[in-house]
Nanobody
Framework: QVQLVESGGGLVQAGGSLRLSCAASGRTFSNYVMGWFRQAPGKEREFVAAISWSGGSTYYAGAVKGRFTISRDAKNTLLLQMNSLKAEDTAVYYC???????????????WGQGTQVTVSS
């Protein structure tokens, strides 16, 4: 079965760092764009970052640019390095895969179940 499983979430103080990982199984996501989204309580799911299959192109939401770095350790492993965390980064973070428009959540075909990131101020 195809699965995306996030890990690495937790509780961190403002200014700290976390590294999220997304492990894919069941298939290789060849030519897919892999992305991270997040959703805070009472808010819509929002785009965070995405990376092309080759890793040659990355995309970031303005709210995280310069603080977060998306990368791929392997073709089936997606990472999100989160530095200088702020309270407003608190959310459930989801990894996903799409062959469509990377900034639109409704184009993503596969989703993980999410990992909680809580930043205390």
């Amino acid at each position: 079965q195809v699965q995306l499983v996030e890990s690495g979430g937790g509780l961190v103080q403002a200014g700290g760092s976390l590294r999220l990982s997304c492990a894919a199984s069941g298939r290789t996501f060849s030519n897919y764009v892999m992305g991270w989204f997040r959703q805070a309580p009472g808010k819509e799911r929002e785009f965070v970052a995405a990376i092309s299959w080759s890793g040659g192109s990355t995309y970031y939401a303005g709210a995280v640019k310069g603080r977060f770095t998306i990368s791929r350790d392997a073709k089936n492993t997606l990472l999100l390095q989160m530095n200088s965390l702020k309270a407003e980064d608190t959310a459930v973070y989801y990894c996903a895969a799409t062959l469509g428009v990377y900034w639109r959540s409704d184009t993503y075909d596969y989703w993980g179940q999410g990992t909680q990131v809580t930043v205390s101020s």
